[in-house]
């Protein structure tokens, strides 16, 4: 069964600093990986998505993943954060880009 | 674009009776809907994938007696708690996905509470 695991419930990040959120995932085949960004009172934005080819993808607002099938991770990063960066960050696997499995979420904490 | 609307963005109902949340895309025709509930510091689990015109497919362990859900038209669906009890309580998340376009949109949530 495919699984997504987000080790970090919460992180604190001065503003301007870098950023890196984990996520692992399990998954039998090729999978679909997603990042997406919940903000209060809105809906889940995606930030970025990789099916195939170039492993580092870049994605919106400055964020940019890599995918390393080794180690089974999708590490999203971010080279320098700002204040509206402040959110909840999910990690989601699927076969395609329907029946995806969400990680618990990273709560990301900016400070001045 | 793509943007997914959802209404009521909050509501509270007596146990037993029934609540009737609406899913919108905007802007696009959806033809697959997905619904996910959400409880407190946990993730998004995938409650039912509904195609417009057809049967909702629900996943395992989902009641779809207790969540009916109905995708009448491409810009349109919507989740039914039926005889709602307060372990129903949760948020409510909708998406929506655009033909041709390999990806969710996402609802901003619906909170339900159930007392």
């Known amino acids: 069964a495919q699984s997504v695991t987000q080790p970090d419930i919460h992180i604190t990040v001065s503003e301007g600093a870098s950023l890196e959120l984990r996520c692992n995932y399990s998954?039998?085949?090729?999978?679909?990986l997603f990042w997406y960004v919940q903000s209060p009172g809105q809906g889940l934005q995606l930030l970025l998505k990789?099916?195939?080819?170039?492993?580092l993808v870049q994605g919106i607002k400055g964020f940019e993943a890599e995918f390393k099938r080794s180690q089974s991770s999708f590490n999203l990063r971010k080279p320098s954060v700002h204040w509206s960066d402040a959110a909840e960050y999910f990690c989601?696997?699927?076969?395609?880009?329907?029946?995806?499995?969400f990680g618990t979420g990273t709560r990301l904490l900016v400070s001045p | 674009g793509a943007v997914v609307s959802q209404h009521p963005s909050r509501v509270i109902c007596k146990s037993g009776t029934s609540v009737k949340i609406e899913c919108r895309s905007l802007?696009?025709?959806?033809?697959?809907m997905f619904w996910y509930r959400q409880f407190p510091k946990q993730s998004l689990m995938l409650m039912a994938t509904?195609?417009?015109?057809?049967?909702?497919?629900?996943e395992q362990g989902v009641e779809k007696d207790k969540f009916l859900i109905n995708h009448a038209s491409l810009t349109l669906s919507t989740l039914t708690v039926t005889s709602a009890h307060p372990e129903d309580s949760s948020f409510y998340i909708c998406?929506?996905?655009?033909?041709?376009?390999?990806?969710?949109?996402f609802g901003p949530g619906t909170r339900l509470l159930v007392l």
């Open positions: 998406s929506a996905r655009d033909a041709g376009q390999e990806t969710q949109y």
């Open positions: 998954y039998g085949a090729t999978p679909y």
């Open positions: 990789y099916f195939s080819g170039d492993t």
């Open positions: 989601a696997v699927g076969p395609g880009f329907q029946k995806l499995v």
């Open positions: 802007d696009f025709q959806a033809t697959t």
């Open positions: 509904s195609n417009e015109g057809s049967k909702a497919t629900y």
